[in-house]
């Protein structure tokens, strides 16, 4: 969000440095939104709900799960890795503990 058109051409090597620069403000739009989703994702450690709790983590790590695998079909294959997996472990984790 804050280091778009530095750090972005090192993470996302296809693009040209006129495309960060065009797209800084998108860029931010995402980083706000994905700070607000893990904030979302924490605070759903204060439900006292057990049943709610899970319910809305879950939801939450289906929506960052579901943005990976769309990001990696239609930007660039390693978001798969940096966003839907992270995403698919923390769902087991839920499920499974």
């Known amino acids: ?3 778009w058109e530095t750090r972005g051409p090192k993470v996302f090597s ?14 931010a739009n995402q980083g706000l939104y994905n ?11 204060f ?6 709790q899970q319910r809305i983590a879950l ?4 929506c960052v799960l579901v943005a990976g695998i769309y990001g990696a079909i ?14 698919a472990i923390a769902i087991g984790a839920i499920l499974f503990t």
């Not at 700070?35 to 450690?45: D, K, M, N, R």
């Not at 439900?47 to 709610?52: G, N, R, T, Y």
């Not at 939801?59 to 289906?62: A, E, Q």
């Not at 239609?74 to 995403?87: D, G, N, R, S």
């Open 74 to 87: 239609t930007v660039e294959k390693k978001i798969l890795f940096m966003q839907a997996v992270p995403a």
């Open 59 to 62: 939801y939450l790590s289906g």
């Open 35 to 45: 700070a607000f989703l893990g904030v979302a994702l924490v605070l759903t450690y």
């Open 14 to 27: 296809g693009f040209t440095a006129e495309f960060f620069k065009d797209t800084k403000a998108l860029a």
């Open 47 to 52: 439900i006292s709900d057990e049943l709610w």
């Open 1 to 3: 969000m804050f280091r």
